[in-house]
């Protein structure tokens, strides 16, 4: 039997544990995965004790994704290229790190049709999963400008934002609005856009995405894109082949869920 498990500051939030169970449920297998909160302090210790204890692999999560990368041995090239890692592979020898992030907001944008080729995509938050955003949307030809509340280096401001009327897309790569801080938004207005996509899955729909639906702006959340780099990610664990058919299978059965 495989040990699996997600580490992050908070996970009381997490929808982690039941969609690696679903997985496992799909393909009859006796695996276990846990929720296993950790300090940044603890960071290294409790990695070293994971992998002691048996665990075949990791999921890491906020605050964690970059810190980690001085944790391991070996970095996957599009880990590297994002800057932050959100799998673990424990080998005999070796722990080596990934980034799945990319994979699951590339499945989520071809099944909900957002387009970002030739627009100006405007990405809050300068995190991991950011980064992993950021690189996909290049490479599909978009156009990425950072907001950030520290502005500079490449990032514009909140305030800055406001006076952007881009007709492009909104990503919100920022905890706000995340349960259990269900009334917070991290912007006021969505005018000027003609898709909002929010990596927030809890709650399904955020303030933010409520605001974006009563300006009948289509509206993305995260819950696709959670799942998918979890398939991923068991992928990475299992040296198995990518099942797109497993991923909304599980995503279907969250939505149940939910």
């Given at each position: 039997m495989a040990k699996f498990g997600l580490i992050g500051g908070r996970l009381g939030h997490s929808y982690s544990?039941?969609?690696?169970?679903?997985?496992?449920?799909?393909?009859?297998?006796?695996?276990?995965?846990?929720?296993?909160?950790?300090?940044?302090?603890?960071l290294s210790n409790t990695i070293s004790r994971l992998k002691r204890e048996g665990y075949s692999g990791l999921n890491v999560t906020i605050p964690h994704k970059v810190a980690v990368m001085d944790l391991i041995d070996e970095?996957?090239?599009?880990?590297?290229?994002?800057?932050?890692?959100?799998?673990?592979?424990?080998?005999?020898?070796?722990i080596i790190g990934y980034n799945t992030d990319y994979y699951g907001i590339k499945k989520t944008f071809e099944k909900f049709g957002v387009a970002v080729r030739d627009k100006e995509v405007f990405i809050l938050g300068t995190g991991g999963a950011a980064n992993a955003v950021s690189a996909?949307?290049?490479?599909?030809?978009?156009?990425?400008?950072?907001?950030?509340?520290?502005?500079?280096?490449?990032?514009?401001?909140?305030?800055?934002?406001?006076?952007?009327?881009p007709?492009?897309?909104?990503?919100?790569?920022?905890?706000?609005?995340?349960?259990?801080?269900?009334?917070a938004s991290p912007i006021e207005s969505v005018d000027g856009f003609e898709c909002v996509v929010d990596l927030i899955y809890n709650p399904p729909t955020t303030k933010l995405l409520k605001k974006a639906e009563s300006c009948r702006i289509k509206a993305v959340?995260?819950?696709?894109?959670?799942?998918?780099?979890?398939?991923?990610?068991?992928?990475?664990?299992?040296?198995?082949s990518f099942?797109?058919?497993?991923?909304?299978k599980i995503y279907f059965e969250m939505l149940k869920r939910l």
């Open positions: 544990m039941g969609i690696h169970e679903s997985y496992f449920d799909i393909l009859d297998e006796s695996s276990t995965y846990d929720l296993i909160e950790t300090s940044a302090e603890e970095i996957s090239v599009e880990a590297k290229d994002i800057g932050a890692v959100n799998t673990l592979k424990f080998t005999d020898n070796k996909l949307c290049k490479n599909e030809g978009g156009k990425v400008t950072f907001v950030s509340r520290t502005p500079g280096a490449g990032a514009i401001g909140y305030n800055d934002l406001k006076s952007v009327h007709n492009g897309v909104l990503i919100n790569c920022t905890p706000v609005g995340m349960y259990p801080d269900v009334d959340n995260g819950l696709y894109m959670l799942v998918s780099q979890a398939v991923y990610a068991e992928a990475i664990w299992h040296n198995s099942d797109e058919q497993v991923i909304d």
